[in-house]
């Protein structure tokens, strides 16, 4: 009951309780917050899969032909797999 009443009386930004649209503003900056997230740590993965499986040596000043050939076929089936299975989990919802 306390909480309730403390929520009533002085609502945060963005919170539920909070009426106006600044409150539905403050849900899509967090939103797109959370997807930025998403997308650095897709990335984070696809660097770390992609060049494991690309580069053998070290890497010079200049990526070879057929590592830069692997990172790009690595990178696009990555990305390809991500949004299936993206997909397949927005259908169970």
Known sequence: MLVQDAEARS?????PHR??????????FFDQEKQKAVLNELVGKL??????KC???????KLSSSE????????????????LILRRFQ???
């Not at 009426?19 to 899509?28: A, I, N, T, V």
């Not at 580069?55 to 000043?61: A, K, L, Q, R, V």
Request: proline fraction near 6%; hydrophobic fraction near 20%; include cysteine.
């Open 11 to 15: 609502p945060l930004p963005g919170s």
């Open 19 to 28: 009426s106006g649209s600044s409150g539905r503003g403050c849900y899509c």
């Open 47 to 52: 660097t770390d899969v992609c060049w494991d």
């Open 55 to 61: 580069i053998t040596s070290t890497p010079g000043s």
């Open 68 to 83: 830069s050939s692997c990172l790009t076929y690595c990178a696009q089936r990555f990305l390809e797999t991500s949004s």
């Open 91 to 93: 259908n169970l919802q």
